[in-house]
């Protein structure tokens, strides 16, 4: 594990003690613990060196069908929509493509995903959309997505980030666990987390911090047993409860 290499040993050991602190504080239910800059710094460095280049886990050909594929994605895992839309996008990986298909054609490509009725109803409606007043091209804009059927602002953060490059934070279960137990963003709402990652995570690491912090919370932070003891970040981590095994 490196060293850290941003920080001074004052300055670490400042912000450390600071840093508990506050974690005393969130155990008595005032404040939740917060890494001091210099040392979310460094775990963002970090995942830099080791995943340059992280990827989502949706297959998707273009813009619209990695829209369609996170709506999709909604209490389902990533899997499960690739095996549903591989055969999907093949024949519709366009919003007239989708129309055309037809909302029960539809559900017999996506039946195996949960919620299916009510997404390939979200589905057909946001195509509709798209091609009525945004000329079947998916907008570059959060505000524009949330009006569309089955979309929220975790969904929209999702197309903005890998679709246009933006450095937008979606905010899922893993992210939120990641953010709370570390300290690098406490937060009660999805949406506190998100506006707490925004003010803390550098520029230089930005466009990819939402794909990093997903990983290790699906791979590495788990919600069961957390993989601690081959943790990348383990020793400036936040949380108590770390396994040993």
Known sequence: MPAL???????????????????????????????????????????????????????????????????????????????????LFAIADTPAKMIDLGEEALIGHIKTIGLFRTKAKNVIALSRRLVEEHGGEVPRSREILETLPGVGRKTANVVLNIAFGLPTIAVDTHLFRVANRTGLAPGKTPLAVELGLEKVVPAAYARHAHHWLI????YV?????????????????????????
């Open 221 to 245: 932070c788990k919600a069961i047993k957390p993989a601690c003891p081959t943790c990348l970040i383990r020793d400036i981590c936040l949380f108590e409860d770390k396994t040993t095994a």
């Open 215 to 218: 990983l290790h919370g699906r």
């Open 5 to 87: 290499s941003v920080a001074s040993p004052a300055t670490k050991s400042a912000g450390r003690t600071k840093a508990k602190a506050n974690a005393a504080a969130a155990s008595a239910g005032t404040q939740r613990a917060a890494l001091p800059q210099a040392e979310i710094t460094e775990i963002f460095r970090r995942f830099s060196e080791a995943l340059p280049e992280p990827k989502g886990e949706l297959d998707y050909v273009n813009a619209y069908t990695l829209l369609v594929a996170v709506v999709l994605s909604a209490q389902a895992t990533d899997v499960g929509v690739n095996k549903a839309t591989k055969a």
